[in-house]
């Protein structure tokens, strides 16, 4: 079992690598969702968060989003509702205009336990893209249709929500004396430690996006944390310049999922999950089939 186990991890990183390595065209190629999740679990506090993720040797952020010639600065703005949090990461365009990346959404779910999602602005990754912490678990809830999928040998798992309580950073936000962190920074006015450097190109910047895949991290496609969530829509700010500038590699770039159920002889039944990725001038990007045995 052991090594069905890690042939189905080996076929789970595979197929992610796959599928992020053509460009779609969209500014989304230019960060890791998945890397930003990663510094928010190392860092201790917001502050100390939007320093990471602006930390060329990190290796998150690859965004240029003014077409400047230089790494834009990302912004960490909170807000908290009760029990839900959401750090906002937003870039400032120019002296008018600032575009959301993604936003960081956390609730509290008890004494001892919170959960959090990142999730990829639309304008940015062509689709809302979330991305939540994983204990490397295969999902076996057809409507969670993660990058983790179902076994394909049909073995069973519990759908596990990750604790994220003992994380520095969220054990900081909910503490009696926390202040909710806004980013004091805007256009042209960047701390001392800011040193913008040089996007780099696709091929280069890729294979230091893709360190950050793995089974520590999954693609879902549910909202869990509502409250955080509705606590964001209405906040949410985009830039007319990027929507103009990124127009055409929005208009190349679909995903579809089509999904079928086969019976068995035995009257077992199995959902089948086919996702398409098209890229720049309709090409397949990438393409998965998943499938989930029926609950006996």
Known sequence: MKN?????????????????????????DHFSLEGALELFKQANSPEEFEKL???ESKQVNNLDLNNDGEID??????KKEKDAHIFILQIPISETENQDIAVIEIEKKGKSEANIQIVGDEDIFGEERIVEPSDGSV????????DGGPSP????????????WTWPCVMFV?????VVWTSPWRWHH???????????????????????FGPSVRVVHTHRLIAAHRMYSPVRVHSTMVRTRYAGAHKNYTVTRKKTTVTGPKGHSRTKTKTTVRGPKGHVRAQRTKVRRGRH
């Open 190 to 212: 960047y701390p001392g430690f800011w040193r913008p450097w040089r996007p780099l190109a696709w091929h280069v910047w890729h294979p230091y996006r893709a360190r950050y």
């Open 4 to 28: 069905q186990l890690l042939l189905f991890a080996l076929c789970f990183l595979s197929f992610n690598l796959k599928s992020q390595t053509d460009s779609t065209g969209l500014p989304g």
């Open 139 to 146: 999902i076996d809830d057809e409507e969670d249709d993660s």
């Open 174 to 178: 909910y503490a009696p004396t926390y």
């Open 73 to 78: 600065y990302i912004k960490v703005i909170g």
């Open 53 to 55: 993720i602006n930390t």
């Open 153 to 164: 040998y049909g073995y069973k798992y519990t759908r596990v929500i990750f604790n994220v």
